[in-house]
């Protein structure tokens, strides 16, 4: 028997004043998290806490400060010594972590920047989307203010991308309606239409499926090679998850298993995180975030330790194993 997937919650962080933008695992084996909020700040926290009686974190243990408005999305190089924050201020941070300071700072984009990923040998590019409808390619190595490569192909912001390095390929979701994957390699970008603006893209391990996530309150499994739905989750019997206002993000979890996303609150409740078979495509975990969540935007997963977090419209960070 698969083991059940994981809700006890074990861990809050309340170190953000205001709404959770962002969360994301330090990479393997995801001992940390960084988290950006509308506080304009980016926190450094032990996801597991080191002490078995922790059940609650009040300061982090780096605040990261830089940015002029809220931080929108996050992104750490594989070696853990960086990472990237872009947000409402139009400018792209790269990060030292442990000096605490901001290496490289690009502002090629004339609007909030809502996604960033690293890509590229040893994570040497930075990939962003902006709501000014392009994605900008940054060389870290480089010592360039411009971009070495835009993407203007979306009618509206990028709110998502997803680099999926076996491939040579990016995919972004726009509030245009349309899921694009960009083949770096081949130069060649290939376009689903989701009719509804899109807030959440992700590849799957293998590279064979796009996850996507619109504000229909519904989230669609692709096949990347012809763009064939395989399945969908939420909508009418979604058991009443929710997305039809705010940039909510998806993401696989065990092993590609398993799709994990945030939600609005229905009216005069609270949020809830779901999860659902990929195969079945059945609600088989629901979490609500607690009272006075109205919103869980972000969710992450750390395959290692089999736990998950979600960033909450009210400042905390909730842990689960």
Known sequence: MPKPFPTRQFHTLKTHNGPVNAVTFSSYPGTYILTGGADRA??????????????????????????GYPVLDIAVAGDNSRFASVGGDRQVFLWDVEQGVTVKRWSGHNARVEAVQFAGEGDSVVVTGSADTTINLWDTRSNSTK????????GDTVS????????????????????RIYDIRMGRTTVDVLANPVTSVRCSKDG???????????IRLLDRADGKLLKAFGGESGASYVNNELRIRSVFAKSDAVVLSGSEAEKGGEASVFA????????IARVSAGQGVRVVSCVAWNEKEGCWAGGCSDGSVKIYG
């Open 42 to 67: 980016v926190h450094l926290t032990r996801a597991i806490p080191s002490n078995t009686n922790t059940t609650e974190t009040t300061s982090p243990i780096q605040r990261y400060e830089a940015h």
């Open 147 to 154: 971009p070495i490569q835009t993407l203007a192909e979306a």
């Open 160 to 179: 998502s991308l997803n680099v999926h390095a076996p491939t040579y390929s990016i995919a972004s979701g726009s509030y245009d309606g349309r899921a």
């Open 208 to 218: 064979n499926a796009l996850l996507a996530s619109t504000l229909d309150s519904r």
């Open 276 to 283: 659902w078979d990929v195969l079945s495509g059945e609600v």
